[in-house]
């Protein structure tokens, strides 16, 4: 044995379990508001996750338990399964599951290796192939014109029926973002798009505040540096927030661009993420900044109703370099 | 159709160009070449590649006249890094050549020597000192262990003795438990 | 108030300190035979003046110095020497190394000491300091003489005296300042007329009261309370939170106007220079699983194992750590000797230091860094030493490392980072005495091939002439 010979570690697994309950906040609004299809992603999406894990490390001959234990692959599956749509179609879950465990993570060298954020590269690949049921968000239970108990849910997930009498429209809306997306192109202006009926429900508020809660508490355990929300938030908020004040007839307001889509998830447990991320405090500041451009630009220009999946792979691919030029400087070694 | 051949195939000249003038231009000149890869043989002077010693076999290497893995003393980091320097595929040592041993130096038994010189003249770096009918002594900070003063001995009295692992050249290892 | 600054990182660990400061230092009885190394300082091993079968005194050089960086080593109690030869030291090699044995005859009987001037030349006084064997006793034990000379240019402004003593389980600079405070202030005066330093600041971890209170009533210098953090007592962690000043490593703190020695450092200045003692014991921790932990002025040489058997080992012992648990190495075994830089023995045992857990891969959560006093990046430095890319590591400051050990300890994935670091660097040493052997040996090479071939042209030449010679005749 060697020196040191004590450590205070909280281990990974702590870590990851500690990132994991600050999700319960985000997934408890989500049963609330939108009913309880996301227990069954997330279930689904678990489940796939841990089988694809264990047989990947068995397949690459590492130990299973230990790394299995760690939480990273449970994580994944969570991070994915509130990423898309509560309602999805089981095949769409397992696919992106299996994209971000099999391919993002373990072809790249498993827990440690993977340059790109496995939950956002299922994201992205699931929102490139099947847009349409990527799209097909759960309306919030307040404005949804009708409702599916249990049961229809999985019927629905798992067989694709729906009770005879529920068309599909019935049940979804587009979200709030892809919503003024496509109405600003329809030349609306702010305020009638704004009084449309999905502007004046609260589900997706108290989703930004539940992440939000759960980011400060991980703030506070100190699992995440400020750093990277800090920045990110701030330049969605600064940028939208410009353009709100030179042309509010167009551009939304900063408040409604930090509550919607995935930029509290993004800014606390995604762009967070210590293995895709840099590791320098500058670095830190940067990639989450252009994390927050991109994402901004990709909402007001891209193809896509959010950008912060495309954002944060972007921003991976530029972590290598990032870090190698925001070296701080050694002790005595200061200007 | 046309214009994408067109495109190509100016494209390719282009590129070929710039090689062509890099290799030019950043051609290493010959004795800088030399330098470099003698500076990563072992400077034993042991003759084993087949070199009457490690320059020789360094502008032989330069020239293209031998291969990289010639060097027992070297080893396999050392034609890795003689691979490295050149741009060449890496190859195991030539076993023709010998193999690498743990690192020795002579020893005389002072005893039974004879004072003939001639290990003396054998000694490729002057590590022998000594004169005519007096007793040679090898001066181990000196002697490379290429074993070159041990054949010519007509008594036999010279013995290669493993350098010993000691506090002054002891190495940490790297950590037993690799990561899983 | 002295403003005080405030350094990067740092950890916190359980201090365990109590155990071994009930009782004042003990004076364990007298072993059956010292083993004695001879190079327990940083430079060039001492040269054995002694034979078997010699009677020595009290006091008397048995190991004279070599060369500049180097000290002297003394017998430290009258006896006989039974052999010089290799022993088992406490080094992490677990090799051997030369040493004196000693078997003491029990009368404790002195050379004549001879206190000197405290107004006496400052070179001859470095001189005697080195003659005394007088070495950093914080573990370092790198010669004072040289660091007590400011040199000509430098000026010294103020002379540090480390008494923060931060890692867990050692009391030993503790308890040497509530006891022997007197000792440590007259040392340190001679030691700032040496360096004609302006101020002395002594600087304790606010964990030890006892020893701040003791050494503010000795006087003669500032006393200073710092904050209690690991690595708190590092050299350059003390200079930067009592002035900050930071010595970039590769500098020396003189060319900065800080010099930096460990109180126990101070005492044996004093003995050497007022009492005409060289340096012959210290003060050394015995804890961990032992019935009784404490502090034992233990002669040089003594077998630790004899000073474990004073503390009173307990069943369940596996081993013992040399120094701290942070920066301590593993003893070979208890029968080697106690040497200058011991400051604390730490009996083993699964219940106090439980196995190391498996390593993970690093998940670059960048906890290393945050912890790193040097301001490094632990995990660059892995990844590079890891795939054994050494150049690279020099880059990122591989040498700046003071092998603290935060970043081990903070590591979620329990990477043995420090390890990794410590072979890279023996790594690089060994790769640069290669380079040198190997370039001496081109050296002499080319020179003897010069040399034959100057020979032959000579002997070519001496037999033109003679073949002219001929003809002429
Ligand atoms: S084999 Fe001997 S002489 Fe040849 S390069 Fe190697 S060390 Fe030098
Ligand atoms: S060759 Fe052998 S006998 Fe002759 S001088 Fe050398 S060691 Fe002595
Ligand atoms: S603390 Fe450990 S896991 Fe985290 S970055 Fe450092 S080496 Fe990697
Ligand atoms: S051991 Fe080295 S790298 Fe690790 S925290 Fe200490 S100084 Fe930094």
Known sequence: ?????????????????????????????????????????????????????????????????????????????????????????????????????????????????????????????????????????????????????????????????????????????????????????????????????????????????????????????????????????GTIAILSGALHLVDPAHYASPLFQLASGATMIGAFFILTDPVTGPTTPKGKLLFASGAGFLTYVIRLHGGYPDGVAFAVLLMNICVPLIDAYTQPPVFGKKK | MLDAIIVMSGLALFLGGVLGYASIRFHVQGNALVEKIDAILPQTQCAQCGFPGCRPYAEAIAEGRADINQCPPGGEANIHKLADLLGVEFKPLNAEHGEPKPKSVAYIDENTCIGCTLCLQACPVDAISGAPKQMHTIIAQECTGCELCIPPCPVDCIVMVPVESSIANWKWKPPMKEVA | MRQLYHFNGGVHPPQHKDQSTIDPIRIPPLPEKLIIPLHQHIGSSAKALVQPGERVLKGQMIGQPEGHVSSAIHAPTSGKILSVGMEPVPHPSGLDALCVILEPDGLEEWIERVPLDPEMDPGTMRTKLKDAGVVGLGGAVFPSFIKLNPGSKNKVRTLILNGAECEPYITCDDLLM???????????????????????????EDNKPLAIEAMKSAGGMEVVAVPTVYPGGGAKQLIKVLTGVEVPAGERSTDLGVQCFNVATAASVYRAIRLGEPVLSRIVTITGNVAQP???????????????????????????????????????????????????????????????????????????????PAELQPQELYWFAKAKNFGKAQEYALFDCIECGCCSYVCPSHIPLVQYYRYAKSEIWAQEREKKASDLARLRHEFRVERMERDKREKAERLAQKSAQAKEL
Not at chain 1, 20 to 39: E, Q
């Open chain 3, 294 to 372: 404490g502090n034992y002025e233990a002669l040089i040489g003594t077998p630790v194992d004899h000073l474990i058997r004073q503390a009173g080992a307990l069943p369940g012992s596996s081993g013992a750590i040399m120094g701290g648990p942070m920066m301590g190495i593993d003893l070979p075994s208890t029968h080697v000797p106690v040497v200058k830089a011991m400051n604390c023995v730490i009996v083993k045992s699964e219940a106090l230091f439980p196995k190391a857990l498996d390593p993970m891969p690093c998940i670059r959560c960048a906890r290393c860094a945050e912890s790193c």
């Open chain 1, 1 to 233: 044995m060697n020196s040191p010979y004590i450590t205070r570690s909280p281990s990974v697994t702590e870590i990851m379990v500690k990132v994991l309950a600050a999700l319960i906040p985000a997934i408890a609004a989500d049963v609330w508001f939108f009913g309880p299809a996301v227990l069954v992603t997330l279930a689904l999406a678990s489940v796939t996750a841990l089988v694809l894990e264990a047989f990947m490390l068995r397949l690459r001959g590492r130990p299973v338990k230990p790394f299995l234990m760690d939480g990273s692959a449970l994580l994944t599956a969570w991070l994915l399964g509130l990423s898309i749509p509560p309602m999805a179609p089981w095949w769409l879950i397992v696919t992106g599951t299996a994209f971000a465990i099999v391919i993002a993570k373990h072809l790249y060298g498993g827990l440690g290796s993977n340059p790109f954020n496995p939950a956002m590269v299922g994201y992205a690949v699931l929102i490139i192939s099947f847009p349409v049921q990527m799209t097909q968000w759960l309306a919030p239970a307040s404005i949804a014109q009708s409702h599916l108990d249990f049961s229809s849910i999985l019927d629905y997930m798992f067989f694709h029926a729906l009770p005879a009498n529920t068309g599909l429209d019935a049940l979804t809306s587009a979200t709030p973002l892809d919503t003024l997306k496509t109405q600003l192109h329809l030349d609306k202006s702010m305020d009638a798009i704004m009084s449309l009926p999905i502007y004046g429900t609260i589900g997706g508020k108290w989703m930004a505040a539940a992440y939000l809660a759960g980011g400060l508490y991980l703030l506070q355990q100190k699992i995440v540096s400020w750093h990277v929300p800090v920045s990110f938030i």
């Open chain 3, 178 to 204: 509530r006891e022997r405070a007197f000792e440590i202030a007259e040392g340190a005066k001679l030691m700032q007329r040496l360096l004609g330093a302006e101020e002395v600041v002594l600087g304790i």
